[in-house]
């Protein structure tokens, strides 16, 4: 069975944008053949002037997807019940309520996302900084990791730390959808919070998720 993997990126032509997509996209080229031949990744474009029909994945047996958004905007990538809001940026925009059965993998929020069920972050704000000054390690070693030499020849820049997050998003979707039995939210669920994920911006974590808050963890 093949399974969709929607990308959900923000529209323009932004540097954050382009580095998100160059992670993305590398993750996809190092792929091994059972990860291509069973995941399709789809790029979907949203402004939030329109509303997301997560039920048209759901009819096609897809439960879960990548936001390149922040925990600025991370908020505003919800589903279902429209509603309008007045907002100082969006004279009249649309917010969508999240859906209670759509998970929703969220590598450039930093925070614990409480009150966002379904949204899964990989690292917390007090991270950052941590996560900066390895990926610069790696990058400045004489012998660096195969990752960060094989995104050198391909992007011909060392990879940063928005680069390598989009890549270790694409890891944790990519490994919980080949395990699961069945791609069901309940069963992507359940794998999700039950793997312990090697990451290359963390090292060994595991994401754990409850109804009202996402709290990952780093394992010494």
Known sequence: ????LPIFIEPGDSQEKKEFLEGVKFRFKQASSLEINRITPVIVENDFSNPLDIGIYKKIGCYL???????????????NEV??????KRKASINLNPADDFIIIAPLAYEKLLNNKNKVPLILGDWVTEIDEKITKM????NPPKVIREFKKEYEHN???LNMLAYDGVTV???V????????????????????????TTGKI???????AVKPKIIK
């Open 65 to 79: 997807g990548i936001a390149m958004h922040d925990f600025d905007t991370i908020e505003e990538l919800k589903f």
């Open 159 to 161: 990879p940063n730390k």
């Open 139 to 142: 990058n400045d070693m004489e």
């Open 173 to 175: 979707a990519l490994k």
């Open 206 to 212: 595991v994401l754990n998720m409850d109804r009202s």
């Open 1 to 4: 069975m093949s399974y969709i």
């Open 83 to 88: 509603k309008v809001v007045n907002d100082s």
């Open 177 to 200: 959808l080949l395990e699961v039995e069945l791609p069901k939210y309940e069963e992507i669920k359940d794998r999700i919070i039950s793997t312990v994920f090697n990451l290359e």
